[in-house]
């Protein structure tokens, strides 16, 4: 029998959201496996993943995922997170100085869900949330996702990445929410002044905005752990983001957590995220074992990764500094770096990274993917290779950045 249908269009549609949601540090990749596909090694500069550069997730961490598995801790569990896991994220940041009852603690797929159930819960159709520029960009998507608005507040390279506090006051609006603060930073690898952390904390007391503290770095100050802002004014409506995935070296499994402050202000908050956390059922539960054997077992293994770290960052300043036409703030977290290279005019910071990864298979994210404005020609590194590896490939940074420079 013949179809009376119409032919079937290319594609079906899509919601019109999805033109807004982008997250460069993924996107990329697509071009980066063309240019292996001709025969070229690509150095994956772009993803902060320490277990894919050879850091290991330490044993005690294996052994309680294995040992939940085993003793069939495979059903689904309590929506906002296992009992023990929740009152290990509380006496933590208590530890850090901000004291958070467990009942205010909720356990997700990484920091990235808590990140996008609070969004969820704070943000909607003309909500304005105040985020870092540069920033992490799954803040914008989510923000974009959801039909609100983001209002990029200026971090100053010249001042090692510090926030300006006057552009964030320049930006609140009676429909601002939120003001989203990542100290150590990603992509900038700044870890923030005690002044203007409290200068922060005052900010959002001041204008009830919810302090969005991502603190997945916490654990990575070169200088060793940095006090959870909350700290400052445990009173002030603040929610700390961490997870597993960075300075526990396990970011495949998902695991993440939120502290909501104590303030009364934020009641409303604990309950709608905790609908929403319903809604999903729950993070993946033999992972949520691995929680109090982190936070209150052997942590050695951290001081070995932060000197590691300090040592890449080193090279990375040093390596980047001295090639002409380009400059790269010393990081003192982390494991990133936002270097900037004078673009010829009409090129983009795009251009620029394309045509490395085309010529070297150096692959980096173009700063604009962040937020910076393309002209502006900055880049993230991620700097986690061996320190011979990373001098090998700013050497070919180092070669290829001067041939563009002068075409
Ligand atoms: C600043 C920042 N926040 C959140 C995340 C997401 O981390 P998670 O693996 O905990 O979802 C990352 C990951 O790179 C990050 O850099």
Known sequence: MQSTRAPAPAFLPVANRIRNFSYA???????ARRVEAQGTRVRYLNVGDPVAFGFRTP???????A??????????????GIPSAREAIAEELAARGFPVPADRVFVTAGTSEA???VMTALAEDGAEVLVPMPTYPLYTAVIAKLGARA??????????????????????????????VIDPNNPTGASYSAATRRALVEIADRHGLVLLADEVYGDLGYEGPVPSIGSLDPDAPIISFSSLSKAYLAPGWRTGWMGIGRSPRLDEVVAAVAKL?????????????????ALRGDRSHQAAFRAALEERAAITAEYLNA???????????????????SLPSGRTDEDYVLALLRATGVLCVYGSGFGMRPEDGYFRVVFLAPPAELRDIYAMVADFTQAYLRN
Not at 59 to 65: D, G, M, N
Not at 330 to 336: I, L, N, V
């Open 67 to 80: 040992r939940a598995v085993a003793d069939g801790h495979n059903g689904y569990g309590p929506s906002a």
């Open 277 to 293: 956390a319903d809604g999903r059922l729950c993070s993946t539960v033999p992972m949520q074992y691995a929680i109090p054997a």
């Open 59 to 65: 044993p005690h961490l294996i052994e309680a995922v």
């Open 115 to 117: 990140i996008d159930l």
């Open 323 to 341: 090639v002409p036409g380009m400059t790269c703030a010393r990081p003192r977290g982390g494991f990133y770096a936002m270097p900037r290279v």
């Open 151 to 180: 209002r990029f507040y200026r971090c100053d390279e010249a001042r090692a990445w510090e926030p300006d506090l006057d552009s964030i006051r320049a930006a609140i609006t009676p429909a601002t929410r939120a003001l989203v």
């Open 25 to 31: 540090i993924r996107n990329i990749v697509a071009e």
